[in-house]
């Protein structure tokens, strides 16, 4: 895939900033078509492919939190993690005004502002991720250690299966 072939969203540059390697995907954009959608058309298990999820604390302190594809998050769990009553997730104006992303192309990386970012702990064991690369139908392919080179990640166990 070459450069004109992929969009230069925020994500890209900086991936490319920190002189991050990463291989592009894109794909047909489904409305609430989620990290299922990415995984069917690739051929790659949802657990791989991660969810950048905004939420936002009952004193509506924004953050970020990164979850597997086959996983929900416990926001009674992120609540007692980071003590504060409730955490709930953000409608998609919400999100978009906290990261600067269309909701369902946010990725953790080139938010409008810096907001802490929570991810599932066994995110980081795998050997490598694919998550948003900053637009609706744009992947990237990135390995959890490079996650970690770019932005600083809050490990959390708060992964609960669907409909738990």
């Known amino acids: 895939m070459t450069n004109e072939e992929y969009p230069i ?16 995907y894109l ?11 990415f995984a069917e058309e690739f051929h ?8 950048t999820l905004v939420f936002e604390t009952d004193q509506k302190k924004p953050l970020i939190i990164l979850m597997h594809g086959d996983r929900e998050v416990s926001t009674k769990q992120m609540a007692r993690i980071i003590k504060v009553k409730q955490v709930v997730p953000c409608d998609a104006a919400t999100a978009q005004h906290h990261t600067g992303y ?4 946010t990725s953790p990386f080139g938010t ?5 970012v929570y991810a ?6 795998l050997q490598k991720i694919y998550i948003n690369g ?10 959890p250690s490079d996650l970690r ?9 708060a992964a609960i299966l669907p409909n738990s």
């Not at 794909?27 to 959608?37: F, L, S």
């Not at 409008?112 to 802490?116: A, G």
């Open 120 to 125: 599932e702990k066994t995110i980081l064991h």
């Open 102 to 105: 269309q909701f369902g192309g």
């Open 44 to 51: 790659i298990s949802d657990h791989h492919v991660i969810k």
């Open 149 to 157: 080179a770019v932005i600083e990640i809050i490990e959390v166990e």
């Open 134 to 143: 900053g637009k609706r139908g744009f992947i990237v392919e990135i390995t």
């Open 9 to 24: 969203t925020p994500a890209v540059r900086v991936l490319r900033a920190k002189k991050i390697a990463f291989i592009p």
């Open 27 to 37: 794909y047909r954009y489904e409305e609430h078509g989620g990290t299922h959608q």
């Open 112 to 116: 409008r502002r810096q907001l802490p």
